[in-house]
């Protein structure tokens, strides 16, 4: 759902080229949220259940994201829900609109030059979120109608996105089943501090990065966002960096010269002299495929041809 890749970068952050790379995005969100009929606010309680399956499915728990979905959609399918994250509040100078004023964010983005909000605003579909959650479960079956009946809804859906129902179609002509996890037994906890919030499990990211195997440098910029040179490397790709900015939902993946722009599903921020990071993301760039937080550690898996 969210990682949309954005070719072209945002090399040292230019305003231009980032107001480019926002007003896409923003084009695709006001294209893909639709009120599909909806005539009502969401009740806080279903709110809140949303945007916790949206979350989870973010950070790859798409059990979980289902079981929460699920009786949503079976209720009302059409439903979807908006909301401001809490890093946003820490990121503009005076409080962003009502999350379900489209128009008004639209006109306080562009006309009025407060672009962060148009890619800060976070929505959900108990729809789509039940499609996305049974692809990740290797549930194409199920997936595919629910996929179809998206891409009914909205006009050239596969040019502005993945073509989910076309690839359900081929992973069901080829009998696919995604990989399964260990046992839990064998999923291991690690010795890094973590916060949740709006259910994203964040970490520090110097701290993360030493118990990742990952590299890192946090460096004073004024040039950049947040006044920081946030980088990350991987010790098996050194020719690779991928930068992080604060208060902007955004990575830029450096190669050769080259960037390629990307979509975090939250953003990094800085309190107190730490960087805290969705530890998702870093996960991923770890090689680590499935973990979760229980007993108020994150467990991890091993990764696959290790034991």
């Known amino acids: 759902m969210e990682g949309k ?11 231009q080229r980032v107001v480019k790379v926002i007003v896409v995005i923003a084009t695709i969100c006001a294209v893909t949220t639709t009120t599909n009929g909806q ?18 499915i973010e950070q790859g728990q798409p059990e979980r994201a ?10 009302d399918p059409e439903i979807w829900v908006a909301w401001w994250p809490k890093w946003v509040f820490r990121a503009v100078k005076e409080p962003p609109p009502d999350p379900y004023a489209k ?13 962060l909000l148009l890619i800060a605003r976070k929505t959900a579909n108990a729809r789509r979120i039940v499609a996305y959650a049974l692809f990740d479960l290797g549930r194409y079956q199920e997936a595919l109608p629910i996929f179809e009946e998206m891409q009914r809804r909205i006009v050239n859906a596969p040019a502005i996105g993945p073509d989910m129902a076309g690839r359900c ?12 996890p260990p046992p839990k037994n064998t999923w291991k906890p690690l010795p890094l501090k973590f916060r949740e919030e709006d259910y994203f499990i964040l970490v520090p990211l110097d701290e993360a990065c030493k118990v ?31 930068r992080l900015f604060l208060g902007r939902p955004l990575v830029e993946r450096l190669e050769g010269g080259r960037g390629q722009t990307e979509t975090l599903a939250y953003a990094p921020y800085e309190e107190n002299e ?34």
């Open 212 to 242: 990742l195997g990952l590299g890192c440098s946090i460096q004073p910029n004024p040039k950049m966002a947040g006044g920081k040179g946030i980088r990350v490397t991987k010790p098996d790709a050194t020719n690779i960096v991928y």
């Open 169 to 180: 179609r081929q992973l069901i002509a080829q009998g696919y089943t995604p990989p399964q």
């Open 66 to 75: 289902l079981a929460l979905a699920l009786p949503i959609y079976r209720k």
């Open 39 to 56: 005539k009502f606010k969401a009740t806080s309680e279903v709110t809140e259940k949303l945007k916790e399956a949206y979350a989870l």
């Open 274 to 307: 730490v960087v805290w990071v969705p530890f998702y993301w870093l996960a991923k760039l770890a090689g680590i495929s499935w973990w979760e937080v229980r007993d108020g550690k994150i467990y991890v898996a091993p990764k696959q041809g290790t034991k």
């Open 5 to 15: 890749s954005l070719k072209g970068g945002v090399i040292g952050m230019k305003t």
């Open 103 to 115: 128009s008004e964010i639209m006109r306080r983005g562009i006309e009025g030059g407060q672009t």
